[in-house]
């Protein structure tokens, strides 16, 4: 099916990166993948691979909404969720590394803005008819671990020390995030989005947003032998922003066995 929703946010996604190449900025890391992660879903809407194709397009587009957004108001000075602002201010730093950027733009991506977005486009009883489609997101998400692991790796060739000291791999506790645990909890937090009003509503989504912004900056400055393991990393890490985008803007998912 056409995608002309998918097809107005990569053109925005687009220009996101191309901004962020152009002046070697870090926060097109997480841009460069998130477009990916998009182009991923617009083949599958395409090839008709969900429940309801009409009703992911809508999704698609409002959650990527919700990111690019955020950083217009940033870029304009102005106040994005708390979850965002702590991802950006984090994304202009040069002593954090590669993962770290990546992480927290999936940090305030998944763990708020997708609850909210699923809670929207399916409110009330009608979000259980979502799980599947909703599922089906996640599975996108976690086929891209270990392809995004192995392109950061290209550049950070002592990654594999925050492997070990923080978990064990991409998906695991590493810097105090877990793709994983986000994307069940997500599901879990839009359940609970849609049995709410409007103002308890608005109250649960601000709640939310400030423990997604703890997370991030535990992830931008997670303390004890894990910030020594940071520096460890950054200090032997590329530090070619634009090679790294550009890297970043060609990872696949992992495909299907």
Partial sequence: MPTPEIDAIVERLDAVVADARARARRKGFFAAMYRQVTLTV??????????DDARMERFVALFAGRYLDAVQLSEAGGQPTR???????????SDRVILQHVLLGMNAHINLDLAVVAATIAPGDTIDDLKDDFGRINDILQRLMDPLQDCIGRFS????????????GADDEVLNFSVRVARADAWFQAVTLTR???????LAVDLLDRKVAVLARLVAQPGGILERAVDVVAFMESDDVVAVIDALA??????LP
């Fill in 42 to 51: 617009r083949r599958e809407v395409e090839a008709g691979s969900f429940d």
């Fill in 83 to 93: 979850s965002w602002r702590a991802a950006f201010r984090a994304g202009e730093r």
């Fill in 157 to 168: 060739p002592l990654l594999h020390v925050l492997w070990a000291v923080g978990g064990g």
């Fill in 196 to 202: 709410l009003d409007g103002g308890r509503r608005a």
């Fill in 250 to 255: 060609r990872v696949e998912p992992r495909s």
